[in-house]
């Protein structure tokens, strides 16, 4: 059995991990890099391998850098199935055709300015056929329901309390007449986040392969969110202000409107107006309310047992036209204005963010993480300016960071998990998604833990399992 890493490599973009085994080629996770754009645009176009030579991909979760180039991977000939959970086929759906639309308009837009220096047409990564088709070939699995995806490999995914829907995958694995499994984590989540479930934990494998987004620093603790947001408002509110949230479609948009909508129940919230300004966050929205059986016994308890929806309350307007969106960058009064992309790099948000960035009596409130070379990064380390649509504006508004919000675990809480594991059954270990820095830490981390084949390894790196 061989496993190379094709992304998410000493970086926490484009998760990419190959499993060669009886002659088959299992995928997991097939992700969009994402950071410096002519590196990115690079990195997406040039598959390390022969799309038709991969059997079947197995997805984690829905998250745009561990799904957004399978559009790609189907454009080059994939024909295999993609094996994920019941939610994330459902959010997948929404986000691979709103990546596809994200493609078709770069590339207009880029073809526009190659025009005008005599250049040649830019051509998308991929565009909505390639998204539609690839959609079908999506394979739904309930949770801790057992399928064999070839007859010597058998798939269970039990829930990584990362996103709704989020996978860690075990797959069973007959090499040769000798049985091993192999762990693969996804991205981890954290123990008591809103709404959804805790990380199941996993105690026997022989590999494992973890994330590492915050494998050297902590967050705050979750039960300071509510305090902290109605903190922040009230600051910013007092100020005559806005609150400017970038906040990931899936995942941390409903996480803060929860959060939002208790503090309303209890009478802790200013009156102000809150908008969510992002067709797809709304289009998430409605997948959340389908997939109830991801919710937690909190969630439940709450609000579903009460006939009341998390995720909508009397002051909550969510936005779908461009009209709607433009009429709040004319607002005056105080309000919060949730909106997309997460890192700052595309979408609604950059317009929200021109328009209010240079007031001081504003807050960007930042509730997730920003990768290197993106906008986000720049705000999160308080640039004095900021180049939005090609034009530097001066950052004088509040930047706020909120890092209780992630859907990843910290240092602690990796290590915690880790100790669960069998460490005299366990192998090796495979440290991935993460910047070196964050990566190396948490592999010596485990090392002091009492783990001891832990390797970092880089992209296009093999190993014989």
Known sequence: M??????AAQTVTGSMHLVTVNGKNI???CGLFQGKRFEAIERNKNLAFDPTQIDHVILSHAHIDHSGNLPLLVKGGFKGNIFCTHATQDLANIMLRDSAHIQEKDAEFATKINAKKGKPPFDPLYVMKDAEACISQFVGLGYERPFFVTPEIQLTFVD???ILGSAIVILDINDEGTQKRLVYTGDLGRKDLPIIKDPVQISETDYFITESTYGNREHAPIHDMKDEVQRIVSETIAKGGKIIVPAFSVGRTQELVYVLHE?????KLPEIPIYVDSPLSVNITEVFRLHTECFDDETRNAFINNHQDPFG?????YVRHVEESRKLNEMIEPCMIISASGMCEAGRILHHLRNN???PNNTILVVGYMAENTMGRRIVEKRSKIKIFGEEHPLK??????????????RNELLEYF??????????????HGEPSSSNALAQGMKDTGFTDVNVPERGQKFIL
């Open 2 to 7: 061989e496993l190379q890493f094709h992304g």
């Open 27 to 29: 995928l997991l996770d």
């Open 160 to 162: 990584a309390g990362h």
């Open 263 to 267: 503090l309303v129940n209890e009478g």
């Open 313 to 317: 309350f009397y002051r909550l307007n």
């Open 357 to 359: 960035v240079q007031n």
């Open 397 to 410: 508004a509040t930047v706020e960071i909120m890092d209780g919000f992630s859907a990843h675990a910290g």
């Open 419 to 432: 100790n669960g594991l069998n460490k005299k059954r366990l192998k090796q270990v495979f440290i991935v």
